[in-house]
């Protein structure tokens, strides 16, 4: 139901700063967790962060823990993930999508309407 671009990607160096945008269609979309996902080439989608339907609580995986923060703003149905410090690692495609009580990791396993992404890339 919910239709999500994501945007903002692009080439920066290491130690350097991107924000993504994620655009959602839907009159619902500010009664989802919203999260941010990254795939990596040759591996499964990853969770990186995640909010709640009304930005009060925030989940990172350890790896981006003080480098990535994730807001939402319910009023322009977007969610954004602003990437700060990011290493070599950091460049893969990243993703959102809404929560699932199942939790994070079932959305980066069963979610199926994974869209076209935005690709951050990160040079030395």
């Known amino acids: 139901q919910l239709q999500l671009v994501e945007s903002g990607g692009g080439l920066v160096q290491a130690g350097g700063s991107l924000r993504l945008s994620c655009a959602a269609s839907?009159?619902?979309?500010?009664?989802?967790?919203m999260g941010w996902f990254r795939q990596a080439p040759g591996k499964e989608h990853e969770f990186v962060a995640g909010?709640?339907?009304?930005?009060?609580?925030?989940y990172y995986t350890d790896s981006v823990k003080g480098r990535f923060t994730i807001s939402r703003d319910n009023a322009k149905n977007t969610v954004y993930l602003q990437m700060n410090n990011l290493k070599l690692e950091d460049t893969v495609v990243y993703y959102c999508?809404?929560?699932?009580?199942?939790?994070?990791?079932?959305?980066?396993?069963?979610?199926?309407?994974w869209g076209q992404g935005t690709e951050v890339t990160v040079s030395s």
């Open positions: 999508a809404p929560g699932t009580p199942r939790g994070w990791a079932a959305v980066a396993s069963d979610y199926k309407d």
């Open positions: 839907g009159r619902t979309f500010g009664t989802y967790a």
């Open positions: 909010i709640s339907w009304n930005g009060g609580s925030t």
